[in-house]
């Protein structure tokens, strides 16, 4: 059998296509893009306050109503409505004078249009106990149009998750006759409830406090 001779030519040729072959393969760097929301911030604009109103005997209660706030003093617009409602700090109870004093009143910020979920606790206190059982979180229905401004404030329970929307930018409804309460990415909510004495008797003219837990999560 004589041997097979190739070409110069020929080889070349060999070369070339397996070298045509390789070139299927491919690698390349793609970009991943993140962009991260601003920390939500929860700040006081009024604290909550029940004065000196409380009576000192061992198990009274007293509840300040801080359900219907009024239009301007939780920045929200309802095209009527008082500044703020006549009932907004009201107590009763036999275990306060009967009156007025002063809802918490706290304000979120964050990036508008975005859900925000909010948890309202009661404190069991060593001289008292505290439910937020009175209050409500602001719901804007995001028009920007002030003759259909349907912003309502939504009852809330204690302990239990609530979750609403920050203000769009269309929600600051600047339109005729609107007063331009509402901010973009502001929301505010209100705070009373129902103060229990505990079962020591109180030392007249004295101020007590706690503390109750308000945690606000995207």
Known sequence: ?????????????IVLFVASGA??????????????????????????????????????????????????????????????AASFGALTGLGCVNGTATPGVYKIKGLGSTNVTITIDGV?????????????????????????????????VPGTPKTTKLPAATATEEGSGAPGYVVEGELVFSVGGTVTIGGTDLTPNTAYTESFPVNVVY
């Open 23 to 84: 070139s299927y393969a491919a690698s390349e760097s793609f970009n991943v893009t993140v962009t991260t929301l601003p920390d939500v911030v929860l700040s006081q604009k009024q604290a909550l306050s029940f004065g000196a109103n409380m009576f000192v005997t061992a198990g009274g209660t007293c509840l300040m109503n801080a359900t219907v706030p009024g239009e301007g003093a939780l920045m929200q617009y309802q095209d009527t409505g008082a500044a703020t």
């Open 1 to 13: 059998m004589q041997p097979i001779k190739l070409s110069p030519a020929r080889l070349a040729s």
């Open 124 to 156: 069991v206190g060593a001289d008292f106990n505290f439910s937020p059982n009175s209050g409500c979180i602001v719901n804007f229905d995001n028009s920007a149009a002030a003759a259909d401004s349907q912003d309502s404030c939504d009852a809330f």
